[in-house]
T-cell receptor, first 111, second 113 residues
């Protein structure tokens, strides 16, 4: 079966650093995605990891450990506009290109 | 480049009625996906088109749901007859190749009353 867990909510302060964790158990693995979704808008692509290690892209970084079934998204220098839902999604080898999503982590950035 | 377009953005219908959702993918994207998010749950896969062919429809909940992509351009998802549990946000996404990341549309929020 497929199971992806991430915290429901997180809060942080403007300018701070926050780490959003994601653990997964899936039948097959062909990459892990992070998406950002503001209320009422489309999920937008943030990062993709298929090999172990850290991928850095500006203020956002994503880490993957395949042996532990674990990923995190790191957001630095938080801004108010970073308040959104962050979705962890895994592409399973058996599902061609189908994504299995977690429920999302709602991040609230306060002044 | 225009993004993935979905309409309507909102639809409220009565139980037993029919609703048709439309998705226009990014031009040139052969792969088109439908996903759904029911309130309180995660986004779940419904089906995947490659051009006009259904590559994978394992996520379609039952035969009240019919998806088409005639001509391999836009796609429609029809729910007939709608039930209360069909309420949710229906997302469409497209990609140029199947192993690429997706671009999502903003979704259609369907409410069945």
């Amino acid at each position: 079966g497929q199971n992806i867990d991430q915290p429901t909510e997180m809060t942080a302060t403007e300018g701070a650093i926050v780490q959003i964790n994601c653990t997964y158990q899936t039948s097959g693995f062909n990459g892990l995605f992070w998406y950002q979704q503001h209320a009422g808008e489309a999920p937008t692509f943030l990062s993709y990891n298929v090999l172990d290690g850290l991928e850095e892209k500006g203020r956002f970084s994503s880490f993957l450990s395949r042996s532990k079934g674990y990923s995190y998204l790191l957001l630095k220098e938080l801004q108010m506009k970073d308040s959104a839902s962050y979705l962890c999604a895994v592409r399973g080898a058996s599902g061609y290109s189908t994504l299995t999503f977690g429920k999302g982590t709602m991040l609230l950035v306060s002044p | 480049e225009a993004g993935v377009t979905q309409f309507p953005s909102h639809s409220v219908i009565e139980k037993g009625q029919t609703v048709t959702l439309r998705c226009d993918p990014i031009s040139g994207h052969d792969n088109l996906y439908w996903y759904r998010r029911v309130m309180g749950k995660e986004i779940k896969f419904l089906l995947h088109f490659v051009k006009e062919s259904k590559q994978d429809e394992s996520g379609m909940p039952n035969n009240r749901f019919l998806a088409e992509r005639t001509g391999g351009t836009y796609s429609t998802l029809k729910v007939q007859p709608a039930e209360l549990e069909d309420s949710g946000v229906y997302f469409c996404a497209s990609s140029q190749k199947s192993n690429y990341g997706y671009t999502f549309g903003s979704g259609t929020r369907l409410t069945v009353v």
